[in-house]
């Protein structure tokens, strides 16, 4: 079953919690495990969340809002993303508990893709 792991990180106002102690080295050997166990359906790092723009649709169709990030009411920055294929919800839980993002106040919030029929 394919699963999404999303990755927070905490709001760049409270410095503390975002070192949190994880190095590149980090990242590449986790992305390396997960290539390495053949679970990778896809992955990518996000670039900086000031890139941002929110789009809305009005009740007519049209584009109504469109609001440049950052924004106010954000608590926690999504920084990147898997798409990993694994057996079952405990073991997609076990490499989001393993991925440097859900370190010192990070997390990773992990959600059955689901399958559509066509």
């Known amino acids: 079953m394919k699963y999404m792991l999303l990755i927070n990180t905490p709001p760049a106002d409270n410095p503390a919690e975002v070192d ?25 790092q996000l670039a900086d969340f000031t890139t941002a723009t929110r789009v ?5 169709g049209r584009r109504a809002i469109t609001t440049d990030g950052p924004f106010a009411e954000t608590r926690e920055i999504l920084g990147g993303l898997y798409v990993i294929d694994v057996p079952d919800l405990d073991e997609a839980l076990d490499w989001a508990a393993r991925c440097p993002g859900s370190l010192g106040g ?13």
Do not use: M, Y
């Open 106 to 118: 990070g997390s990773v919030v992990v959600r059955p893709v689901a399958e559509v029929q066509g």
């Open 20 to 44: 949190n102690g994880c190095t590149f080295e980090d990242w590449i050997a986790f992305d390396k495990a997960v290539q390495e166990a053949g679970i990778c359906v896809d992955s990518h």
């Open 56 to 60: 809305q649709v009005g009740a007519d």
